[in-house]
Nanobody, 128 residues
């Protein structure tokens, strides 16, 4: 069983920045592919950013490319999402997710159902 705990959400003005953190339990975090998803009210959960288990590849949704950066610190069992130039349309609950059986060293899956474990979510609200 893997537990994921997110932190770092909050209220920020448009143009501001936030850094989300997600800390995982377990001793094999370095073998997990990790991702961030978000879900706005009335909308489906959508892929935001992903990082292969090797750390050798990242993938971003077009809507956040150039503004968000995903990274990981295996020594701390933590994945981060640095969010800059935030927009009101970024307002959502953000979730981190773990793929504990990635298909390859550079594989990043973007479909929610393919991830094995989820955090509880952290609210990000961007005011205009």
């Amino acid at each position: 069983q893997v537990q994921l705990v997110e932190s770092g959400g909050g209220l920020v003005q448009a143009g501001g920045s936030l850094r989300l953190s997600c800390t995982a339990s377990g001793r094999t975090f370095s073998s997990y592919a990790m991702a961030w998803f978000r879900q706005a009210p009335g909308k489906e959960r959508e892929f935001v950013a992903g990082l292969s288990w090797s750390g050798g590849r990242t993938l971003y949704a077009d809507s956040v490319k150039g503004r968000f950066t995903i990274s990981r610190d295996n020594g701390k069992n933590t994945v981060y999402l640095q969010m800059n130039s935030l927009k009101p349309e970024d307002t959502a609950v953000f979730y981190c997710a773990a793929d504990v059986r990635p298909l390859g060293t550079l594989v990043i899956r973007t479909t929610p159902r393919t991830y094995d474990y989820w955090g509880q979510g952290t609210q990000v609200t961007v005011s205009s």
